[in-house]
C-alpha cells in the first residue's frame, strides 16, 4: 500500500523554526518528485514547496528564503526546515507524492505559530 | 485571492447533474494540464481527475473532467449525498514558478 506519514508539527512562537518529515513506504520514492501543501483551517489548499528526483527544489513566493526542502532517499523521507515562522503559516502541512496528480497525501501534521 | 478562480459554492439535489468551473489564464490553464482534487469533510484531498480529463482507478465515472482555453471544468452526474465535499482544481504555472490551486468550491447536495 502507498503510504506517506507526516511528523514533527506543533506549537512555535513567531519567528521561530520546526522541522517537518514525511515517511513514504509502498512505492520506488527515489523515482517520484515530492510536495509539501499546506491548508489554513477553513480555507483552501496552498502549495509551498517540492524537491525532484534529481534534488531540485522550488518554493511559493509566500516562503521562499525561510523553508528548505531536502530528501534522504535512502531513508525513504524527505523534510521541510521552517524557519522565521510567522503566524500565517499556521496550517495542517500535507505531503504527497507528484504522480498523475498529487497522489496520495499524508494525513497531515498541524503546525501552529503563536505567542 | 487565488489565481485560479472557482465559483465557492454548488448544489444539487440526488440524481442532478452539477459542475465547477476553474478559470486561468495562457499562463496556467492555458498551456498546462489541469488536475481536480476531492477534499471529503475532516480528510485529506485525494486526486480525483489528472490531466485534464483522466480518472484514476476507483473514482466512479459520475466524475468528468474537461479543458478549453483559459478554463476548465468538473462535471458530477449522478450526484449523491457522499458526493459532499470540497472540490480544487490544480495545475502548474510558468510565471508563478509554482503550482497553484482555486480556491475551492463547496458541493451541497440538497
Known amino acids: 500500500e502507498v503510504q506517506l506519514v507526516e511528523s514533527g508539527g506543533g506549537l512555535v512562537q513567531p519567528g521561530g523554526s520546526l522541522r517537518l518529515s514525511c515517511v513514504a513506504s509502498g512505492f520506488p520514492f527515489s523515482n517520484y518528485d515530492m510536495h509539501w501543501v499546506r491548508q489554513a483551517t477553513g480555507k483552501g489548499l496552498e502549495w509551498v514547496s517540492a524537491i525532484s528526483i534529481a534534488g531540485d527544489t522550488y518554493s511559493a513566493d509566500s516562503v521562499k528564503g525561510r523553508f528548505t526542502v531536502s530528501r534522504e532517499n535512502a531513508k525513504n523521507s524527505f523534510h521541510l526546515q521552517m524557519n522565521d515562522l510567522r503566524a500565517g503559516d499556521t496550517a495542517v502541512y500535507y505531503c504527497?507524492?507528484?504522480?498523475?496528480?498529487?497522489?496520495?497525501w499524508g494525513q497531515g501534521t498541524l503546525v501552529t505559530v503563536s505567542s | 485571492q487565488s489565481v485560479l478562480t472557482q465559483p465557492p459554492s454548488a448544489s444539487g439535489t440526488p440524481g442532478q447533474r452539477v459542475a465547477i468551473s476553474c478559470s486561468g489564464s495562457?499562463?496556467?490553464?492555458?498551456?498546462?494540464?489541469v488536475y481536480w482534487y476531492q477534499q471529503l469533510p475532516g480528510t485529506a484531498p485525494r486526486v480525483l481527475i489528472y490531466r485534464n480529463n483522466q480518472r484514476p482507478s476507483g473514482v466512479p465515472d459520475r466524475f468528468s473532467g474537461s479543458k478549453s482555453a483559459t478554463s476548465a471544468s468538473l462535471a458530477i452526474s449522478g450526484l449523491r449525498s457522499e458526493d459532499e465535499a470540497d472540490y480544487y482544481c490544480s495545475t502548474w504555472d510558468d510565471i508563478l514558478r509554482g503550482w497553484v490551486f482555486g480556491g475551492g468550491t463547496k458541493v451541497t447536495v440538497l
Open positions: 504527497t507524492r507528484g504522480a498523475e496528480g498529487f497522489d496520495p
Open positions: 495562457s499562463s496556467n490553464i492555458g498551456s498546462k494540464d
